[in-house]
């Protein structure tokens, strides 16, 4: 089991930044890779960054170039800062652990972008 809990939403005015963390506990040795998924009321849950225990990234276009994930294996956290924040980037945002027992999620933390 792995558990994981979020932190760092909230609001900021567009243009503006904010940094997600993401802490795992439990079976942390089982993780290969964590990123952050994102969701808005009505519509599915979309990738947004993910990186690998060996520290490639991947991230969905509408986020290139705005938005940064780390991974700090020593305190098994895995962090998003956003940059440039578009209203269309509010959304829950979540912390997902894939691991060889299967995929976690967190509960989710609020990023609302509006002014």
């Known amino acids: 089991q792995v558990q994981l809990v979020e932190s760092g939403g909230g609001l900021v005015q567009p243009g503006g930044s904010l940094r997600l963390s993401c802490a795992a506990s439990?079976?942390?040795?089982?993780?290969?890779?964590m990123g952050w998924f994102r969701q808005t009321l009505g519509k599915q849950r979309e990738l947004v960054a993910t990186?690998?225990?060996?520290?490639?990234?991947n991230y969905a276009n509408s986020v290139k170039g705005r938005f940064t994930i780390s991974r700090d294996n020593a305190k098994n956290t895995v962090n998003l800062q956003m940059n440039s924040l578009e209203p269309e980037d509010t959304a829950v945002y979540y912390c997902?652990?894939?691991?060889?027992?299967?995929?976690?999620w967190g509960k989710g933390t609020l990023v609302t972008v509006s002014s």
């Open positions: 990186i690998t225990s060996g520290g490639s990234t």
């Open positions: 997902n652990a894939a691991s060889t027992f299967g995929s976690y």
């Open positions: 439990g079976s942390i040795f089982s993780i290969n890779a």
